[in-house]
């Protein structure tokens, strides 16, 4: 079962990540006018490309493998890649994870290299942690490394904390059950989460009264887009995995269509629901429609089964790596994409 959760996580948010793109910084009326609805992909010939999103996840996954269990060794293995997946000038990387990427390379350690920012980065690539281990003290400890290494402000790691909980619980319960989740949440984060509990309160109520994840998003003041603070981004992807736990389909369009930083929302959606319906439970035209290297679809699936059969006790397993020298081109490549549909923007229909 763990086997399946940790591949559906993350093809999961390769999936939410690669369908969103092309909506990421669009609002939900614009979107349906410029690009149509969220069912296919739309980024490249029909193609889809993943983002700093997955690529994230998979580090942490590869991490995991290296650390042994061990919280130290897995950040200063995380931080090392980090460092040299900054090298390669990924396109679109935000603000945060930047200038920690920086301060690393200029010898900063691990534990000060975070930038005091309460974005998404880190809630993006902290499911996989709920996927992948048992026990919630060790997801907690490996969410706080994780987040602390790009993003100080605690509002970040409490928002990643929820994301991983959530992989956890969808992982773990064939019916879902909100109140027993966000018990698990409010435990947590502690008095300091005050805030994020009341919003995801808010959003469990939505989902009880029968309202879609974008009536919710509105409510919030989201109308024109979910931004990439993660006190908007989490409660929104939550709303929308409470709405479909079991629906991926369902689960990420809901979500992309709710405009603004598309590509996180959705991959953190994809790798929630994906945890719980596994490889499976993914639409397999998505995952054909998938067109990267060299995190192929079929490498990503070989890095879910090296990190069970690492948590199974495998110690000579190794992660699955990435050849450094084709990384540019390939992200060269991708920026010109992006370039094309930003310039696309500026033409009708409006």
């Known amino acids: ?147 602390r290494l790009t993003h100080s402000d605690p509002k970040a790691e409490y928002g990643a904390i929820a994301v991983a909980l959530a992989a956890k619980h969808s992982r773990d319960n064939t ?42 998003a509105g409510s919030l003041g989201l109308d024109r887009g979910v931004t990439g603070y993660t006190y908007h981004t989490v409660p929104v992807a939550i709303h929308a995995w409470l709405s479909n736990p079991k629906d991926f389909r369902k689960a990420v369009t809901s979500i992309i269509e709710c405009g603004g930083d598309a590509d996180t929302t959705a991959a953190i959606v994809g790798s929630i629901v994906g945890a719980g319906v596994g490889r499976a439970g993914i639409p397999g035209e998505w995952l054909d429609g998938i067109w990267d290297w060299p995190r192929s679809v079929s490498w990503m699936r070989r890095l879910g089964d090296a990190l069970a059969n690492s948590l199974a006790g495998d110690h000579l397993v190794n992660s699955p790596t990435v050849n450094p020298v084709v990384v540019p081109f390939r992200n060269l490549l991708f920026l010109f994409v992006v370039l094309f549909h930003g310039f696309r923007r500026l033409a009708p229909p409006y």
């Open 1 to 147: 079962m763990k086997r399946d959760a940790i591949g559906g996580c993350i093809l999961g948010t390769a999936v939410g990540d690669a369908l969103g793109l092309p909506y990421e910084g669009v609002s939900p009326k614009r979107a349906a006018r410029l690009l149509g609805p969220p069912d296919r992909y739309r980024f490249f010939f029909r193609r889809g490309m993943i983002s700093d999103d997955t690529e994230h996840t998979c580090m942490v996954a590869q991490s995991l493998i290296d650390a042994g269990g061990e919280v130290p060794k897995f950040t200063r293995t995380f931080a090392r890649r980090l460092r040299w997946w900054i090298l390669a000038l990924p396109a679109g990387v935000g603000k945060a994870t930047a200038r920690s990427g920086i301060k690393l390379w200029l010898r900063a350690s691990p534990e000060r290299s975070g930038v005091f920012s309460a974005g998404n980065g880190p809630a993006m690539r902290a499911a996989i942690f709920g996927a992948a281990l048992n026990d919630v003290p060790s997801i907690l400890e490996f969410v706080r490394a994780s987040s």
């Open 175 to 216: 019916t879902v059950d909100a109140n027993l989740w966000l018990d698990e949440v409010v435990d947590a984060v502690g008095e300091g989460g005050a805030e994020l509990i009341d919003l995801l309160r808010q959003a469990i109520q939505s989902v009880a009264a029968g309202e879609t994840t974008q009536t919710f």
